[in-house]
């Protein structure tokens, strides 16, 4: 894995961790909350991360694929197993009791909301203005 993946893999750590914490806490405030919680959002968090650890080494490898057909199949048989793989954990999250489903499912939303406000706190990911 590039030392890339590695780093954006660690912002999207820090971003589900931060997020799982902040719904923990809203959810312990608003509703019951007990043990089944906690490892649902570990369990969703989890996966979500593996998740986005996949495709970046996915698209690592893509980027040095010459044949753009062969490219194009590797990113599509990798989103595949990726969603397969987000299915399972969900009704794996569903089927064993101790996981709290609904905070599993909640939870592999947080590498997209981590990508969308991380430009509010990384320059590097702003946009250039003026006459840059």
């Known amino acids: 894995m590039s030392d890339v ?17 902040l719904v923990q806490i809203v959810w312990a405030v608003f509703f019951d909350y007990d043990l ?3 490892i649902g959002g570990l369990w969703g968090g ?5 998740n986005f650890i996949l495709m970046g080494i996915t698209v690592q490898k893509v980027a ?14 990798s989103y595949q197993f990726r969603m397969m793989l987000t299915i399972f954990a ?6 064993v009791p101790g996981v709290n489903w609904i905070m ?7 590498p997209r909301l981590t990508i969308l406000v991380m430009p ?13």
Do not use: C, H, W
């Not at 989890?46 to 593996?50: D, G, K, T």
């Not at 040095?64 to 048989?77: F, G, I, V, W």
């Open 5 to 21: 993946v590695k780093k954006e893999a660690g912002y999207i750590a820090a971003g589900t961790v931060l997020l799982s914490a």
């Open 36 to 38: 089944s919680v906690f």
């Open 46 to 50: 989890a996966v979500a991360i593996l």
């Open 64 to 77: 040095s694929e010459p044949d753009q057909l062969s490219a194009k199949r590797r990113m599509q048989a």
């Open 90 to 95: 969900t009704v794996l999250a569903i089927i």
């Open 104 to 110: 599993a499912a909640i939870s592999l939303f947080f």
């Open 120 to 132: 509010l706190f990384r320059a590097d990911l702003r946009k250039k203005g003026g006459n840059g």
